[in-house]
């Protein structure tokens, strides 16, 4: 058994932590804030009507192919089947045109979505089977310098703008010309031509039934808890020290450490800590970030808004930043609550709270903004021939979270995909 801190109570903090459980070390768990869940975590919201409700930092979706991610929410006790929505993988927009997938087996369910897609005529849908036929043959890879846009040149663009974009932004959180067709293939692959979780479609959409704190923190909480895991809440760690083959956090000897903590975070102790890690430093250095805004908004007329899916793509450009519309109403949250999700914005919070009315208001929704939270370093920017850092830092020290190298792009995912990877090797 060794004594393994974890710095950090995010998804990746927490599937590490549950992993050095398993594995039989003592584990004792460091969370800065009041709050686990890191970028996915719940946050109390004021109501119109003096009530609040709990939603979340950002709007957040799962996909049926979050394998490591599912195995693990269900490990901790959450029951799926109450806690996610399944959907079809469905991007529809307000107009009723776009693509949704029949609840069919891969890739029959692709194929038919492809040639059903509404609004498209049959080169748009020839060009995206040809292509999507070329992707396959190549077992999904491309060289790793290409962009999405690239990739994807000489697709019909109508294709391009009702499908690849809105995946590209859902998944990569980062626009088509500055995204890594490699990850973005690596997601198409697994989503709509491999297997997910259990029963379901690696393109099922997932989408929460309830606020992130309850989606997983809280049970992960429960479960360390009953384990003999220790977590400490409101525990920033300041310094980490190498004291022989041990380290010390704020002083306190551990035989391991694991950084669940943000890149920049991670980077600002490594560095204060004086462990010989200059290339892994470097690499961190070298991201970039992308920010997501959420705008919380409700209906202005006396009934409560309904939207006609609890999810829709909305057709975004520089004056009308939101890509996506959720209706909380039908995800369990109040009646009439729309959040909007407008990725890699750049605007003021004013600014873009007023551009996402003009544009609700556009399609026929009038609604007055309640709560816009926007994450400024909501995701690392997944673009062309990244080099991400490792999981191994120095000699006794590990870092996971959603930018270790990896498959996918920054996710709950990859969050908790470098973290079981992080924890095995420690072991
Ligand atoms: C608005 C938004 C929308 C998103 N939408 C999606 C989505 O739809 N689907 C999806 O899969 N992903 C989405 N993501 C990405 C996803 O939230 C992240 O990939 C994931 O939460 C990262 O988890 P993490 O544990 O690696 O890091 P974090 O969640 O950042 O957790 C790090 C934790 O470390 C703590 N910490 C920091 N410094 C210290 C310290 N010195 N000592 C102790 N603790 C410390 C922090 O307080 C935090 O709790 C979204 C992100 C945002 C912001």
Redesign the pocket.
């Known amino acids: 058994m060794r004594k393994v801190a974890v ?8 599937a590490a932590a549950v992993q050095c459980i398993r594995a039989g070390h003592q584990v004792t768990l ?4 009041r ?7 719940s946050l109390e919201v004021a109501l119109p009507d003096g009530t609040t409700a709990m939603l979340d ?6 996909i049926g192919a ?1 394998v490591q991610a599912l195995r693990l929410m269900e490990d901790v006790g959450v029951d799926l089947q109450q806690a996610l929505l399944r959907l079809p993988l469905t991007l529809r927009f307000p107009d009723g045109t776009g693509l949704r997938l029949p609840a069919w087996p891969a890739p029959l369910d692709a194929l038919t979505g492809m040639l059903g897609a509404r609004g498209w005529g049959w080169r748009d849908k020839l060009s995206l089977l040809r292509h999507a036929a070329g992707w396959q043959c190549r077992g999904f890879a491309c060289a790793p310098e290409l962009s999405v846009a690239v990739l994807c040149r000489d697709l019909a663009p109508r294709v391009v703008h009702d499908l690849v974009e809105p995946l590209c932004v ?1 998944a990569l ?1 980062t626009p088509a010309e500055r995204a890594s067709a490699q990850v973005f293939l690596r997601v198409l692959r697994d989503s709509l031509f491999g297997g997910g979780h259990g029963q379901w479609a690696g393109s099922n959409l997932l989408l929460p039934r309830r606020d992130l704190g309850r989606l997983f923190p809280d049970a992960a909480r429960d479960w360390l808890r009953a384990h003999g895991a220790e977590i400490r809440m409101g ?4 310094a980490l020290m190498r004291d022989g083959a041990q380290w010390r956090v704020d002083g306190e000897p551990f035989d391991a450490v694991l950084l ?3 890149p920049w ?1 991670a980077a600002r ?1 490594v560095e204060a800590s004086g462990a010989p890690a200059d290339g892994w430093l470097a690499r961190v250095r070298a991201l970039d970030y992308e920010p ?3 705008v919380y908004a409700m209906g202005r007329q006396a009934l409560p808004l309904s939207l006609p899916s609890p999810m829709l793509s909305l057709r975004s450009d520089a004056r009308r930043p939101a890509q996506f519309v959720f209706d909380r109403g039908q995800l369990g949250g109040p009646a009439g609550l729309l959040a909007f ?1 407008a990725s890699a914005s750049r605007g003021s919070l004013e600014e873009l709270q007023d551009q996402i009315v003009a544009q609700a208001a556009t399609l026929g929704w009038p609604v007055t903004p309640l709560r816009t ?1 926007v ?1 400024k370093r ?2 690392f920017a997944c673009t062309p021939g990244l080099l991400r850092p490792g999981i191994a830092v120095a000699p006794g020290l590990w870092a ?4 270790v190298e990896g498959p996918y792009p ?6 908790v995909r ?2 079981i990877e992080a924890a095995g090797a420690l072991t």
């Open positions: 710095v950090g109570g995010g998804w990746a903090g927490l460091f969370e800065a804030s709050t686990l869940g890191g970028r996915a975590r930092n950002g709007q957040h979706i799962l979050y859902a959180n525990a920033r760690v300041h669940a903590c943000p975070e102790l997501i805004a959420t999700v939270v994450e909501a995701t996971c979270g959603d930018y920054a996710t709950l995912e990859g969050a470098g973290a």
